[in-house]
């Protein structure tokens, strides 16, 4: 039932409010008491963390650190303890210690002399373990100059590589792997002949149970082998996979599988299956499993969270693990290790999800390298909410054939792309079938948005490294909030990235300008997002149904256009929790698109209108909203990221709406400003000072006023993107407290009218 029953052109015309009537609706919303009492507001999803915090994580790596310093001057009492010393400068740099420290720079120095590594290198058995710390070391450091260092540990640890492809058990064969791995991260080239024998070694010594144990033959599995194993495994296929010419060879692993099966069965943070000692030495094999293979859950565990639970509570004293040999050094680099932010999330859907299994994998890798910022990726399923999608910036999805998403996947994507996250995908060798399935479900999802391929000057282009090659310049993009939010590869770029050279699209860039285009799209999402912390609590903003809603409820009138008309879908919801918790509004508030000619204007008390391009509308859609106004009703508009465009077109329908009225800037002491919060001075963004150099700190907004009734409100200054959350450097608008407090104001001055 609209406000009043006066109809005009065929809806229902509200009548306007006296005061007593406004105060009563005030009244009401912000009271929800009684009769009208509404159902409790929407919630802000936020998972439970019933365990440790990402603050007492980082407090027990500090303490950790600090152990570690007094660790490496007992380990430099002896060349015995060479291997233990490594192990503590590994995990220091693990945990942020930066090289040119003082210290760092003083212990790497030392280490790195011919002479110590000769030391660590003079036994064979401890020789396979120092060698691939050395590599690590080194790797993590990323200097160039000892790359010629590296080359000569990785010739050392090849001539160490037994005949049957192994460096005599599972445990030393994970380190000489990780070790080779690192080398080639700096540049080092390592025959494939030694990760092909060194995958049949393993495959060989797997037991039939799925694991493995600590030697070739017939020992008991265990989670500490079980999860060499599978490292060693994954490093293998990854580096076999390179140079490919069959896509989608590497895509499934029976042998991990069942693997993984077995870590999944025999989980556990607080002991190492199968075995009764060494269990932090095991948590630093799941941590590496964990990463690499970029899993979230293990058995249904997750394995960071329960894992990081375990060892902050098994501390002796602050930064001190005791119980097994470098417990210290192994704790610290699974806390710091693990808990690396993740980027990107790629989709597991039904269906082929991923003939390219290394591509993100190198591409992250990649990313954190030129961005010097510490990075990882991991595997995300359908069966995911908004809540777990929302855990890093970028959704990513390739493949070859068709798919589809259910309707609560949907929803979850279209509540993660509203909360600031980005969704890039590639379509694998160029397929036919993933296009059409691609474009169909972003459409589900947005049906108000479409596909554009994006102009040479958008910033994917140029965010971390300037693309030349023209065949890069093919990506398409799609508005679903205040930026572009969906990124769509038509031609292949995933093969690229993952190393493959088998694929059947060529209209795509090269792998290596591909490769830059990838860092340029992730960097460009995770300018927008500061990455979260594996155990930060996520907050998704739900908009209640506002066919569901309860009674006394506000429903606010989004008007639709065909400026891009809701680029901000969450700036609502955000403002609902805002009107709760600063103006004590005790009722729902939703909102509801309006259509002008279709939908009934007098349904709501207020119409929010928004966009980003231009918009018009026709004369009888003027004429409904001349009416709505008239009627008592009242419009509120902001330009999206204060876009010139929309703001003429904005202009120019005030002027079709009355042709003897002006948009005039309101008084400083207009009620607007006075109440629930005094708006005496306000902050704007650096954009805004920027393109308007005699802006001041003083609130700016324009108002149709007749009758002495304030009947439109405009903000040429942006605030539904703060609302909505979005990080947005070239915004004409307001800084986050001031657009809150402008739209509270704004919202409650609406209603009181």
């Known amino acids: 039932m609209g406000i009043g029953q006066a109809r005009y052109g065929g809806f229902a015309a509200p009548n306007p409010l006296g005061p007593a009537a406004a105060a009563c609706l005030l009244a009401a919303l912000l009271a929800g008491a009684g009769a009208c009492a509404p159902r409790a507001a929407a919630a802000d999803l936020e998972p439970e963390n019933n365990g440790v915090s990402a603050g007492d994580v980082q407090r027990a790596i500090e303490n950790g650190k600090k152990q570690l310093l007094s660790n490496i001057r007992t380990y430099s009492s002896s060349t015995q303890y060479a291997g233990y010393r490594l192990l503590a400068i590994l995990a220091l740099l693990n945990a942020g210690a930066k090289p040119d420290d003082q210290t760092m720079r003083t212990y790497l120095q030392i280490i790195s002399a011919d002479a110590s590594i000769n030391d660590a290198m003079r036994q064979s058995y401890s020789g396979c373990y120092n060698a691939g710390v050395y590599l690590m070391i080194f790797a993590a450091v990323g200097d160039e100059k000892y790359r010629g260092k590296a080359g000569d540990l990785a010739l050392k ?337 995933c093969c690229g990235w993952g190393g493959c050279e088998g694929c059947k699209d060529h209209g795509g860039p090269r792998a290596d300008e591909g490769l830059r285009l990838g860092v340029n799209l992730v960097a460009y999402a995770v300018g927008f997002q500061k990455l979260r912390d594996k155990l930060d609590a996520v907050k998704i903003a739900k908009q209640p149904n506002p066919d569901e809603v309860g009674r006394g409820a506000l429903v606010i009138g989004q008007l639709f256009h065909n400026g891009e008309w809701n680029p901000d879908p969450a700036s609502i919801p955000n403002l609902a929790r805002t009107l709760r918790e600063q103006a004590g509004m005790k009722a729902e508030v939703a909102k509801r698109r309006v259509t002008l000619g279709v939908d009934d204007p007098g ?52 002027a079709k709406l009355y042709h003897d009225t002006k948009l005039e800037r309101l008084p400083a002491d207009h009620a607007v400003f006075q109440a629930p919060l005094k708006l005496a001075q306000v902050k704007y963004k650096l954009w805004a000072k920027r393109m308007f150099p005699d802006l001041d700190d003083k609130p700016y907004l324009e108002g149709l006023t007749r009758q002495s009734r304030l009947r439109v409100l405009y903000s040429r200054f942006n605030f539904g993107c703060e609302l909505q959350g979005h990080r947005c450097a070239t915004c004409i608008g307001l800084e986050g407290p001031s657009a809150y407090a402008v739209a509270v104001n704004a919202v409650l001055f609406a209603l009181s009218q």
């Open 157 to 493: 640890l090849q001539r160490l590589q037994a005949p049957n492809g192994g460096w005599g058990d599972y445990s030393r064969t994970q380190f000489a792997l990780l070790g080779l791995k690192s080398a080639e991260d700096l540049g080092v080239k390592v025959p494939d002949d030694v990760f092909t024998r060194a995958k049949r070694f393993l495959e060989a010594g797997q037991n039939a149970d799925g694991g493995w144990g600590y030697k070739p033959g017939v020992q008991p599995s265990t989670g500490s082998m079980t999860a060499a194993g599978i490292t060693g495994l994954c490093i293998c296929g990854a580096r076999l996979y390179r140079g490919t010419s069959v896509c989608g060879a590497g895509s499934s692993d029976v042998r991990m599988a069942r693997a993984m099966d077995w870590l999944g069965r025999n989980f556990s943070v607080v002991r190492n299956p199968g075995s009764g000692s060494w269990n932090y030495y095991y948590l630093y094999a799941l941590e590496r499993i964990g990463v690499l293979m970029a899993l979230q859950r293990i058995g249904g565990h997750d394995w960071y969270k329960e894992g990081a639970e375990a060892v902050v509570r098994s501390q002796t004293a602050p930064g001190l693990w005791a119980g097994d040999m470098c417990a210290t050094e192994f704790s610290v680099l699974f806390l710091a290790k693990g808990s690396q932010p993740v980027a990107v999330q790629k989709l597991k859907y039904p269906g082929d999800w991923n003939p390219d299994p290394y591509d993100v994998k190198n591409l992250v890798e990649q990313t954190a390298k030129d961005l010097e910022t510490p990075m990882t990726f991991q595997v995300v399923e359908t069966s995911a909410g908004p809540e777990d999608l929302a855990a890093a910036p970028v959704l990513y999805l390739q493949g070859r054939e068709g798919f589809q998403f259910t309707a609560k996947f949907r929803e979850a994507v279209r509540l993660f792309v509203d909360q600031g996250g980005f969704v890039v995908a590639s379509n694998c060798c160029g397929s036919g079938a993933f296009d059409r399935a691609f474009r169909e479900e972003m459409l589900r999802i947005f049906p108000d948005s479409q596909f554009e391929v994006l102009p040479a000057d958008h910033p994917i282009y140029s965010a971390r490294h300037r693309i030349v090659q023209k065949e890069a310049f093919m990506i398409e993009g799609l508005n679903a909030g205040c930026r572009t939010s969906v990124f769509y590869a038509p031609h292949d770029v």
């Open 603 to 654: 349904d709501y008390p207020l119409l929010y209108l928004t966009g980003h391009k231009r918009f018009a509308f026709d004369d009888r859609q003027i004429e409904i909203l001349r009416k709505y106004l008239d009627n008592g009703g009242f419009l509120l508009c902001d330009p999206c990221c204060g876009k010139p465009e929309f703001d003429a077109s904005f202009r120019e329908l005030c």
